[in-house]
């Protein structure tokens, strides 16, 4: 079974062709991603109608060039799978619009996938897990955990109340003067910086609900900054390191309660479970670390994903889409709905649905 993925949510187009076999085991044939980080640069964060301008400009492209590099035929599809939410509601449309046309005009079914799906069961392609797995996402635009049972079962644990990871490192990082996006160069300068010079808050360590919460921290680092002002390099250098040693405790509590909360609804004697990360943040190699040790003292196995596949793609929608059609999910009509939001687990679904 062969698929067209197409993802344009947020600030990256892309188009892939996956196979998966009787056997579940899937196969890339091509991926193609073109991110537009350029274009946003300039405002230190993605402008929504930049960002839908140019996935129209890029989207006919990239699907035939995704089609050329797989070497398969527009009729040799089965299926064509496109993000249909949660994200920018501009880009969404380019990115429905389009699979839905070639769906039309090739007589294939059209999927509309949730972005968020497609970031639980990238892992399924990449390593072969099987469920139940827990899956810790982190990127610009969320923070969650979620118990991943099965293919459309999944249980949100925790989210952020406010800010996402990813925005609280590009937050970080544009008051320290550092560029964008932030992570990467605040993990950098971390690397140099004294982590216990200046104390930060842990915020929600230990509280039993799972849910995560960033703005505090990045105020403490803005004040902490001015009460240093004029900022040396070792400064900024301590600021990063402290703040990045926050995320880590914060999410080594967290994370830690969601896998003991695991193993306490019962596994299989055989069963070693996994902790599955996702988003860009998952590039972090002190997170990483820690998220590794973790796992080792509470006996489950770590899965990082390929960073390539851990940041938005259009292979992990092409793959949820194929996951889908194998569970047995019907095909989506081509009257189908994009959604600017749309939480996975269907109870928080039901409350949006409601207008709640
Ligand atoms: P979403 O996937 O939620 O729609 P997004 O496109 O912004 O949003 P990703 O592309 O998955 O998310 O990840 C980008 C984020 O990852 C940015 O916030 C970036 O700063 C962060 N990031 C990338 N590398 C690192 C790193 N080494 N350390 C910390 N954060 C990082
Ligand atoms: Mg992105
Ligand atoms: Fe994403």
């Keep these: ?29 091509a991926d193609v991603v073109l991110s537009q980080l350029e274009e946003h640069a300039a405002f230190g964060g993605v402008v929504p109608e930049i960002a839908a301008r140019a996935h129209v400009e890029a989207m006919d492209r990239l699907i035939a060039e995704a089609l050329a590099r797989s070497g398969v035929a527009l009729e040799d599809l089965d299926g064509i799978a496109a993000t249909v939410g949660p994200g920018l509601i501009g880009g969404l449309i380019v990115g429905a619009m389009s699979g839905k046309a070639i769906a039309y005009a090739s007589g294939k079914p059209f999927y509309g996938v949730n972005h968020l799906e497609g970031h639980a069961l990238t892992a399924r392609l990449t390593d072969g897990v099987s469920f139940p797995f827990l899956m810790l996402l982190v990127s610009g635009g969320h923070t969650q955990i979620v118990l991943v049972r099965g293919v459309g079962q999944y249980e949100r644990w925790g989210t952020t109340i406010d800010d996402a990871l990813g925005e609280a490192f590009d937050k970080t990082a544009k008051l320290l003067g550092l560029g964008y996006p932030g992570g990467p160069q ?23 609900r799972l849910d995560f919460s960033f703005s505090g921290l990045k105020t403490a680092v803005r004040q902490a900054a001015q009460g240093m002002a004029p900022l040396e390099d070792q400064d900024v250098a301590d600021l990063c390191a402290a703040f990045q040693l926050a995320v ?59 960073f390539k596949l851990c940041t938005d793609n259009a292979v992990m929608i092409a793959w949820a889409g194929l996951e889908r059609e194998a569970a047995g999910f019907p095909a989506d009509g081509l009257d189908a709905a994009v959604r600017s939001r749309w939480p996975l687990d269907a109870k928080a679904s039901a409350l949006i649905g409601s207008g709640k």
């Design 1 to 29: 079974t062969v698929f067209l993925g197409i993802e344009s949510s947020c600030d990256e187009t892309a188009a892939a062709i996956v196979a998966r076999d009787v056997d579940g085991r899937g196969e890339i044939l």
């Design 248 to 306: 880590a405790e914060t999410l080594r509590d967290r994370v830690g309660r969601s896998l003991a909360r695991f193993k306490a609804e019962g596994l299989a004697a055989d069963q070693r479970p996994a902790l599955v990360v996702a988003g860009g943040v998952a590039a972090n190699s002190a997170i990483r670390a820690m998220l590794t040790s973790l796992c080792d003292r509470q006996g489950f196995a770590f899965v990082a994903p390929p």
């Design 186 to 208: 605040v993990e950098e300068a971390a690397k140099t910086g004294d982590a216990k010079r200046i104390p930060l808050p842990r915020p929600m360590k230990g509280e039993t």
